[in-house]
């Protein structure tokens, strides 16, 4: 008995010890150490600054897209293969090789679509959410009125983007379908939307943009070239009136930056492209030590052998593209005949240490829209003097031409100026151009021939997004909500 | 707790002291076999529970209770004998048990008798696990169970193999089994554990036999027990194998440079005549620019491939890469293992030490771990015993051949050199040295920059893993009948990743080199207090157990990298100049439990169990955090019936069932049901945060009901088996309920859906001979099981290359269907569906053939194409002994179920600068105008390897899994020597494999969900082996 009762004690004490271990009532509650909870967000202004922050960081991040490939880089990626769907630069077997080939990247059942997509849907929902619940934070009135700002303007910006991409462009496809368009952040009960039509699409693109510039009156972005201010907030309505063709205002809003801001001198274009303290840059954004690229920036993509770190050295510029520059025109003298074979070109050059800034929007291209637009209403006397004024600078012969020479004049100023900034696919769709790739492209399997409007430069919905939204009907468009594969749109 | 206390005081106050008359028994116990005395049987006394052992000489001697009418005499390998008491003396000749009714097995939180478990459960030995060539565990259970699928889909030394019991148990949370290592679950690393220190695996597989462990049962339970010490007589075992290995089903054939450009020219004039182009003109441009096309041009002619499509005669090749041999190369396996263990009637031990090193077959592959255990029981008082079962090892593994890798292998142009071409001197540059320099490929269309040889040579990148184990407890016997058990047990692992590129050569040259940390860091403990009453009343048993138990799991992560080394050799971040990434993060898992079982016996036929545990989980909101789990269980002996006694030849006969609910919380993360927002998404210095989550508070368990029904039996002592029936239904199944990606997310968890799995599953074990000279069993096994989904959030749901529907399985394939090459001009068909329209609804009427892929991705031209789950699967086991020579085999076998080969897809178009499979040679040209392959063209080539049902296989295959040869010389020469027995062999791993996989070069062994992803498939190996005991 005595055995018994010894045990008895000795096992009381050790279940004892080891309840105590165990028996504290917060015992099941655990947190992830580098999340936070939603609602810890919107507390103060910080949080809401956070998540703001965390939506410029998304803009140019790794894999935004969820495509988890070294060509999932945000912004940047959107103006490499955006450059290289035009008919001015040739990859020579490398990275965006496959969007260079037209070997199928619109497809919707390939990454790059739902790239695309998911891309700017996550980036809206971001500041969908802070647009919503910034006023509940506490701090000052004028920072939440900047704060909010910003994301209307980021949330404008990208509703834009896909509106190019998705769709042909505004003046032949108002009546198209346009993107789905969420204002209210997402949670668990959220349905997808329907596609609407391009126009509604560009009623909400200029609602959020308008309501940015005013919301972000004296707002300074101090040296934060990839903060939206009211001048890039500017340059995008700049550009969203190009595509409607509203171009007085158009006009209007190019010139609002032309007085703001200066021109690129021919000392700053033969630079290099990397640096963001240029006056010129309106918007564009660093790479640092912590957050940059590798070596799968534009730097590392184009052949010029400058870049100190690793290089693909696949991007080149095309023969016929090469015959537009005068001789004496410095943006020539950046171009030098390699092997005998193909042109490369040093506009791009990283810096040093492999880090180079990149550039989104810069002056001249809101003085080519200035003179864009100015065409487009009968002010050739003024157009002229907007394209001679970079004309003259740039060293190239001054344009004479008037009417539909003028604009197209015009248009490939812009290829010369700013080829390699992303600007090429949205142009070919908004000038409603065919793609004509004659020359050396053949050589390096490029030489497609596509009719204006063909539907090869339109992004198909990703096959995620018919399947899942209960408001698309899975369908080649007229049937459907698919955008067509290939063919021709005829409005 | 309360409660516990109260149970544990009444049970305590009910027990009678009693007093009874002792008598003494003496006896001796011999085998029927060869007559010789046993040593350590168990005699035991089922009144009193008092037992003890017979000695060298086979005798015993035992004090008994005056009412005791019989003795227990159990001893393994033999039959359980109940042997009436006449007289103080007894002679007790003992029978060999070739079917093992009476085996006792460990079940859930304890052991017992297969004859009496109402649930359903496997037990595979030591012995045939040993006949596995392998340094992980789980790689060995393959085929040695019906009811569980391993799928051994990777030949990385090391890697475990995929295991699934009874099915898909769900949809989107884990379906892997619970891992319970010496009574608790094991929370190490797999391969950290000695499959030589393992005296058997028990795959629990209903929920009678898993319903103790609750939340974690839901997809079955693997128990794996270690050695002890059962030799009254010390025993020092050694064991070690030398081996070579292979892979058991090779790559395809890489192309020979001059196929491949031959190949390359004729994607370019195809997709050039696709353009619309004339023939000549198409002819002229692929010969011009074919070169570009290469990039890099091994021939010395700049146009290698004439108008006519062959190669220009006068085209020298100057360099190319044998990449295939010169990165795959066979290399010594080698393992030693040594143990000492033995017994008295306080103590029993178990020491062991192990050594394998396995250097796979490529030059960077290796898996080297070093092994410990110590197994010590220790009766301290009559009333108290300890023990511990404590394990470390320390591992080395070089992790080069990703997957990545085998897609290199796979893929990689022969037109890239190995090596360094120059040239200007025109053969292959060399170092100071006299070596030939390694060629990252930095002018390569594909694999830019890539070479795994150098990546080797230059980049070593060991992983290193310690891992501790300790199960420790301590037993009070306050009565015979009533016992106290804490357990406490600790799974330890660190594992380090010293990630190194080199500053001098290949990609990282550029910013010189990186040095890349990683530290993984887990503990783990359980803590857990059981209370167990067994008592036999008269024709009555019960037995009682109480229990509670907590578990607590911290794993910590820690990553530092940083670039620029100024001189080769230099590992260390001290080293490097700048930083270049930096992560640490914290988590943390707990369980609360309490648990009970029941279990009622009577007159040894009939047999009544049941077991019930709640949960409370950490991974979800406090409201919905606790979880009820339970099972009942039931079985009669029917041979026991006094009916069926003059059946004498019927050694078992028993039917069983059971029914109960386990759970399963292993979400893909541990904090589901919050809404967050992910730090580190910073703007530059600015701390920035991203939407990364959903708040999601109702998300709980997953259940699954399990029902069992087997009959077991046994004849003639030479053929027994099991057939089972089972019925699993997983419920609240948990969905990543797909939302448009427009919202920003592209699916929420949600706990709805029902999935069922239904099979059948036997086994057979037959011994048509068995003597001291010649022995023979043969053992077979099969399980087939069916899927289907019984219940979903909405219609349907689209799962990748699964379109999941109410009625249909988890894999079963969706997608276009392929309508074979159009002979007219070799291009890829696909049936396309044609609908009319009859009022609002559209309705099938007929399908054609289309050759535009674009015209058949919508949905509705899409349709079911099979299912991935094999049909039946098994074994096949053969045990022959003669006189000393012992031979066995196994044969794995797996009828039916698709495979999507997007291995061999992925080879299958012309891709720019990728090689390509020896098939696309046999594509259609003008001159074969039957091909099954169609026409090369850069122009199609983006569709050439879409997924259809072209590249979508029957996946039968039969595997000569192991093959074993061996002699143990005659005692009568060992004697000598002192040696008990001396034993070598030859083992053959995976010598033989057979299917349509093997065909193109791919594994057949790829997933469960039947496809691909360039895994390093399983290998082959030939190992020679010495078994000595002393």
Redesign the interface.
């Known amino acids: 008995?005595k055995?018994?009762i010894?045990?008895?004690r000795?096992?009381g004490l050790?279940?004892l010890v080891?309840?105590m271990?165990?028996?504290c009532s917060d015992?099941?509650?655990?947190?992830?150490?580098?999340?936070?909870?939603?609602?810890d967000?919107f507390n103060t202004i910080a949080g809401a600054?956070?998540?703001?922050?965390?939506?410029?960081?998304?803009m140019r991040?790794y894999n935004g897209g969820?495509a988890n490939r070294e060509d999932d880089w945000g912004i940047p990626t959107i103006q490499m293969m955006s450059d290289v769907f035009g008919e001015d630069m040739i990859v020579?077997?490398?990275w965006y090789?496959y969007d260079y080939?037209y070997?199928?990247h619109t497809?919707?059942?390939?990454f790059r679509s739902?790239q695309l997509?998911?891309f700017h849907?996550?980036l809206?929902?971001?500041v969908n959410?802070i647009i919503a619940y910034t006023d509940n934070c506490s701090g000052s009135e004028t920072e939440k009125q900047h704060i909010k700002g910003q994301a209307h303007a980021i949330r404008g910006w990208a509703y834009f983007n896909l509106a190019r991409l998705f769709q042909q462009t505004y003046i032949i496809a108002k009546n198209m379908p346009g993107?789905?368009i969420?204002l209210e952040p997402?949670?668990?009960q959220?349905?997808?939307?329907p596609r609407g039509t391009l126009e509604e699409t560009y009623k909400q693109i200029v609602a959020d943009l308008t309501t940015a510039e005013t919301l972000l009156e004296g707002f300074n972005r101090g040296s934060?070239i990839?903060t939206f201010d009211q001048s890039v907030t500017q340059g995008v309505l700049a550009q969203v009136y190009q595509v409607m063709h509203n171009w007085p205002k158009c006009e209007e809003y190019a010139k609002k930056l032309l007085n703001k801001y200066p021109l690129t001198t021919n000392e700053q274009y033969t630079g290099g492209f990397s640096d963001e303290t240029v006056p010129s840059w309106i918007w564009g954004m660093?790479q640092?030590?912590?957050?940059n690229m590798h070596?799968y920036s534009p730097f590392a993509m184009w052949a010029n052998g400058t870049?100190?770190?690793?290089?693909?050295?696949c991007f080149y510029l095309a023969d016929v593209f090469v015959d537009y520059f005068d001789e004496s025109d410095i943006r020539f003298q950046q171009i030098e005949r390699w092997w005998g074979i193909i042109w490369a070109s040093y506009k791009f050059r990283d810096k040093d240490d492999?880090r180079g800034s990149i550039v989104f929007m810069r002056t001249e291209e809101m003085l080519l829209a200035a003179a864009e637009a100015c065409a487009y209403q009968g002010k050739e006397k003024e157009a002229k003097e907007l394209l001679w004024k970079l004309q003259e600078m740039r060293n190239a012969t001054r344009t004479e031409a008037s009417g539909n020479d003028l604009l197209e004049a015009i248009w490939l100023e812009r290829r010369k100026e700013m080829y390699g900034e992303g600007h090429a696919l949205f142009d070919l769709v908004r000038t409603q151009k065919p793609l004509v790739r004659a020359g050396n492209h053949?050589?390096?399997?490029g030489?497609h021939q596509f009719p204006a409007r063909s539907w090869r430069f339109i992004f198909q919905i990703?096959?995620?997004?018919?399947?899942?939204?209960d408001?698309?009907v899975?369908?080649?468009w007229p049937a459907?909500d698919?955008n067509p594969?290939?063919g021709e749109y005829k409005p | 707790?309360r409660k516990l206390s109260v149970v544990l005081v009444i049970l305590?106050l009910s027990l009678q002291?009693m007093l009874a008359q002792e008598r003494q028994i003496t006896g001796k116990v011999t085998s029927s076999e060869d007559g010789l005395p046993m040593i350590g049987v168990a005699v035991m006394d089922r009144q009193s529970m008092r037992g003890v052992a017979t000695n060298v000489d086979g005798e015993f001697s035992i004090r008994i209770d005056e009412r005791t009418k019989s003795l227990q005499f159990t001893y393994v390998g033999y039959k359980t004998m109940e042997v009436p008491i006449t007289g103080n003396s007894l002679t007790v000749v003992m029978e060999p048990d070739f079917v093992a009714i009476d085996e006792v097995m460990v079940v859930a939180y304890g052991t017992g008798k297969k004859s009496t478990f109402t649930g359903s459960a496997t037990v595979v030995k030591s012995e045939a696990l040993e006949k596995i060539t392998t340094s992980n565990i789980t790689q060995a259970l393959q085929g040695q169970s019906s009811g569980v699928q391993v799928i051994n889909s990777s030949g990385q030394p090391g890697d475990s193999g995929s295991i699934l019991i009874r099915g898909i148990g769900s949809m989107n949370a884990s379906s892997s089994p619970l891992y319970v290592v010496d009574g608790v679950a094991y929370d190490g690393i797999m391969n950290a554990i000695n499959p030589a220190d393992v005296e058997s695996m028990t795959v629990l597989k209903d929920a009678s036999a898993t319903a103790l462990y609750g939340s974690r049962a839901a997809n079955g339970v693997i128990m794996i027990t270690t050695k002890k010490g059962s030799s009254e007589k010390g025993q020092i075992n050694f064991r070690s194998t030398w081996g070579y290995s292979n892979l058991a089903v090779d790559l395809p054939r890489a192309l020979t440079p001059e196929e491949f450009t031959v190949l390359t020219w004729r994607a370019m004039r195809n997709g050039r005549q696709d353009?619309g182009y004339n023939a000549d003109d198409s002819n002229q441009?692929a010969t011009?620019?074919l070169k570009?096309?290469l990039?890099i041009n091994p021939f010395n002619i700049d146009q290698p491939v004439g108008l006519n499509g062959e190669m220009d005669p006068n085209a020298q090749l100057l360099f190319w890469g044998d990449w295939r041999d010169e990165i795959l190369k066979s290399r010594l396996r080698q393992e030693y293992n040594l143990d000492f263990s033995g017994k008295n009637d306080k103590a029993d031990y178990f020491f062991s030490g192990g050594y394998v090193n396995d250097k796979g077959i490529f030059a960077a592959q290796k898996f080297e771990r070093f092994s410990l255990r110590s197994n010590l029981n220790y009766q301290v008082?009559?009333?108290?015993k300890v023990g511990t079962n404590t394990s470390l090892s320390h591992a080395v593994r070089e992790v080069w051949l990703d997957s990545r890798t085998i897609w290199f292998l796979r893929t990689i142009s022969p037109t890239y050199p190995v090596y360094v071409w120059d040239p200007a001197t025109g053969d292959y540059k060399q170092d100071g040295n006299g070596n030939k320099i390694y060629d990252y490929g930095?002018?390569r269309?594909?694999w830019?920059?890539w070479n795994p040889l150098a990546d080797a040579a230059y980049n070593p990148s060991p992983e290193t893993t310690n891992n501790i184990s300790t199960r420790n407890y301590?037993e009070?016997?306050?009565?015979p009948e009533l016992k106290?058990r804490?357990n406490?047990s600790v799974d330890h692992f660190n594992q380090t990743y010293d990630g190194y590129t080199n500053p001098e050569y290949g990609?990282?040259?550029?910013?010189g080199g990186e040095v890349y940390k990683e530290i993984k860091q887990n503990i783990s403990y359980t803590?857990?207090?059981l209370l167990t009453y067994d008592k036999t009343f008269g024709d009555h048993r019960v037995n009682v157990l109480l229990g509670?138990e907590?578990y607590?799991m911290h794993y910590k992560y820690l990553q530092a990298a940083k670039r620029g080394l100024p001189f080769l050799g230099l590992t260390e971040i001290d080293s490097a100049s700048?930083?270049a990434s930096m992560r640490s993060?914290?988590?943390?898992?707990?369980?609360?439990s309490w648990l009970s079982r029941m279990e009622y016996e009577y007159k040894d036929r009939y047999y009544v169990s049941g077991s019930f545990r709640t949960d409370?989980?950490?991974r979800f909101h406090?409201d919905s955090?606790w979880g009820n789990f339970w099972s009942l269980g039931a079985s009669w002996r029917i041979s026991n019936e006094e009916f069926m006694s003059s059946y004498h030849w019927l050694d078992n006969l028993k039917l069983k069932a059971s029914y109960g609910a386990v759970g399963n919380d292993q979400l893909n993360t541990?904090?589901a049901y919050?809404?967050?927002?992910?730090?580190?998404?910073?703007?530059?210095s600015?701390?920035?945060?991203?939407?990364?989550?959903?708040?999601?508070k109702d998300l709980k368990w997953e259940t699954n009901l399990q029902f069992n029904v087997g009959l077991e039996f046994a004849i003639f002592n030479k053929l027994s088996g099991e057939v089972e029936w089972f019925k699993r239904k997983s419920k609240d199944l948990l969905f990543g309920m797909?939302?448009?990606?427009?919202?920003?997310?592209?699916s929420?968890d949600r706990n709805i859906g029902d999935v069922q799995n239904q099979g059948i599953e036997f086994q057979l074990s037959y011994t048509p001979f068995h003597s001291k000279d010649f022995r023979w069993n043969i053992a077979f096994n099969g399980t087939h099981y069916k899927n289907k989904i019984t219940k979903l959030p909405q219609d349907e749901i689209?799962a990748g290359y699964f379109k999941w529907r109410e009625g249909e399985s988890r894999y079963n394939f969706w997608g276009i269907e392929y309508a074979g090459v159009n002979p007219e001009n070799g291009r890829d068909q696909y049936w396309k569906n044609i609908y009319e329209k009859v009022g609002d609804e559209e309705i099938l009427v007929d399908r054609e053939k289309t050759e535009n892929y674009?015209e058949v991705?919508?949905?509705?031209h899409k349709k079911y194409l099979g299912d991935a789950i094999p049909k039946i699967f098994g074994g096949l086991t053969n045990n022959l002994y003669y006189k000393g020579i012992d031979l066995s085999f196994m044969l794995y076998y797996s009828i039916g179920g698709k495979l999507y080969d997007g291995d061999y897809a992925q080879m299958m178009s012309y891709r720019?600068?990728y090689s390509m499979h020896p098939d696309m040679l046999k594509g259609w040209s003008e001159s074969n105008t039957n091909a099954s392959l169609p026409r090369i063209s850069?122009y199609y080539?983006?569709?050439m390897g879409s997924y259809t049902t072209k590249f979508l296989y029957d996946n039968s295959f039969l595997r000569l899994r192991n093959l074993t040869v061996g002699y143990t010389l005659p005692k009568s020469l060992t004697s000598r020597f002192d040696i008990n027995s001396l034993r070598l062999f030859v083992q053959g791993d995976n010598l033989l494999t057979l299917g349509s996989a093997q065909k193109r070069g791919t594994d057949p062994e790829q997933s469960v969900s039947g496809t691909t992803g360039n895994r390093f498939p399983t290998t082959q190996s030939i190992s020679f082996g010495i078994q000595l005991n002393l």
């Open positions: 008995m055995k018994i010894n045990s008895i000795f096992t050790v279940a080891a309840l271990v165990t028996a015992f099941l509650n655990t947190t992830p150490s580098t999340s936070v909870a939603d609602t967000v600054q956070a998540a703001l922050n965390g939506s410029y960081y998304h991040a969820g020579w077997n490398g090789g080939n070997w199928g497809r919707g059942d390939i739902s997509w998911r849907y996550r809206i929902n971001n959410s993107v789905p969420y997402t949670n668990d959220t349905e997808g939307k934060r990839n660093r640092t030590e912590e957050q070596d870049r100190s770190c690793y290089t693909f050295q492999c053949d050589a390096y399997g030489s990703p096959n995620t997004e018919l399947l899942n939204n408001a698309l899975d369908d080649i459907g698919q594969y290939s | 707790m305590v002291c353009q441009y011009n620019y570009n096309e990039k008082k009559n009333w108290l930095d002018d269309t594909a830019t920059a301590l009070i016997t306050f009565l106290f804490t406490f990609y990282a040259s550029g910013y803590i857990n207090n509670q907590a607590s700048e930083m993060y914290y988590d943390k898992y707990r369980l609360l409370g989980s950490s406090p955090r541990y904090y919050q809404g967050l927002y992910a730090t580190g998404n910073n703007d530059y600015e701390a920035g945060v991203n939407i990364s989550r959903l708040a999601n797909p939302m448009a990606p427009s919202t920003g997310f592209s929420i689209n674009n991705t919508s949905d509705k720019t600068g850069t080539s983006s569709y």
